[in-house]
């Protein structure tokens, strides 16, 4: 029998995440949980069956659910929102693709989406609420902190690694046991050949730092 599953955002993310569910056969989407005042009335046939501020009677009838607001430059909106499940009750099952690879040895946290033709190897550990995204490899022995994007065809090498609330741009290649900080963003393309000291935007081969963050994330998050 199919596990009912809450999706809590409905934007292009959540069609993504749709996608996995729909190929993965464990679970059933009841339906989509929107941000209070969006548009949005349904998602490839799922409809929006209530808001954020109806969450506690919500979970009442189904108890597990993922978080499928985007993440590119800061967690904070879904860091909120696993909070909020959490403190109310709420399951967040990890979800893997059955096109995707995780190594029996791997450690998925909460709420993890691990997406079509990733792969998560042997040792490797992802924190919870965590999206390693379509093509992406974290190689052996590395470290995914908690409400991280791991995002399309980015390479963590061996030993790697990552930091909570970190983004990890399309095609980033983070080389043998680099060490990112807290609340950073690797951009598109970047490789990072050392260990990064301060928080911020890293871009370029090598990447350099573009602009420092500081570790509050109370700015806006954009979705993917």
């Known amino acids: ?32 949980v929107e941000a209070p005042g969006a548009e949005t009335k349904s998602l490839l046939g799922y409809p929006v069956i209530g808001t954020d501020d109806h969450l506690s009677e919500l979970l009442k009838t189904t108890q597990n659910c993922v978080i499928t607001v985007g993440q ?24 893997v693709s059955p096109l995707a ?16 033709h990733a792969i998560v190897n042997h040792f490797a550990s992802i924190g919870d ?15 995914v902190g908690k409400h991280c994007h791991i995002s399309t065809s980015a390479t963590l090498n061996g030993d790697v690694e990552v930091s909570d609330e970190c983004f990890v741009g399309s095609g980033a290649v983070l080389v043998q046991g680099v060490m990112i900080p807290e609340n950073s963003l690797v951009g ?22 573009k602009k420092p963050r500081s570790i509050s994330r109370d700015d806006h998050l954009g979705d993917n």
């Open 101 to 116: 690879r995780v190594a029996r040895s791997a450690r998925l946290g909460e709420g993890v989406v691990v997406m079509h």
């Open 188 to 209: 598109a393309g970047a490789v990072v050949t050392h260990h990064l000291q301060t928080p911020g935007v890293y871009v370029g081969c090598p990447a350099v730092l």
């Open 1 to 32: 029998m199919k596990t009912p599953l809450l999706l809590i955002g409905g934007g292009g993310h959540c069609a993504s995440v749709i996608d996995v569910i729909e190929a993965n056969d464990s679970f059933e989407i009841v339906g989509i």
């Open 72 to 95: 590119i430059e800061h967690a904070a909106v879904r860091k909120s929102l696993f909070a909020k499940v959490k403190k109310l009750g709420g399951q967040l099952p990890s979800i």
């Open 129 to 143: 609420n965590s999206i390693i995204n379509h093509k992406a490899l974290v190689e052996h022995g590395a470290l």
